[in-house]
């Protein structure tokens, strides 16, 4: 089982930047695939990106690909969400996600352990 805890929200401008930070429980971290995804008011949580175990290959959803990267250290039980160009559409709760699945599949059936979530908001 893989506890997730999330930190690293606030109130940023709008193309500003902020780091997400997610810490994991349990010696098996490295054997997961982590994801991040976001739920505005409203709307159905989305899948922001995900990373394979060693980090060798990272993925992201269109509306976030090339100002969003994804990393983690498998050493410290940690991956990152390095967000910058933020916008006002990317406020949100974002959430820190464990998969026993493929990198692949984002569908937040497919994660199986969650973090509680860190708001980020984004001010024009």
């Known amino acids: 089982q893989v506890q997730l805890v999330e930190s690293g929200g606030g109130l940023v401008q709008a193309g500003g930047s902020l780091r997400l930070s997610c810490a994991a429980s349990?010696?098996?971290?490295?054997?997961?695939?982590m994801g991040w995804f976001r739920q505005a008011p409203g709307k159905e949580r989305e899948f922001v990106g995900g990373?394979?175990?060693?980090?060798?290959?990272?993925i992201y959803a269109d509306s976030v690909k090339g100002r969003f990267t994804i990393s983690r250290d498998n050493a410290k039980n940690m991956v990152y969400l390095q967000m910058n160009s933020l916008k006002p559409e990317d406020t949100a709760v974002y959430y820190c996600?464990?998969?026993?699945?493929?990198?692949?599949?984002?569908?937040?059936?497919?994660?199986?352990?969650w973090g509680q979530g860190t708001q980020v908001t984004v001010s024009s």
């Open positions: 996600a464990a998969s026993r699945n493929i990198l692949a599949r984002t569908s937040t059936a497919a994660y199986d352990y």
């Open positions: 349990g010696r098996t971290f490295s054997s997961y695939i």
């Open positions: 990373i394979d175990w060693n980090g060798g290959r990272t």
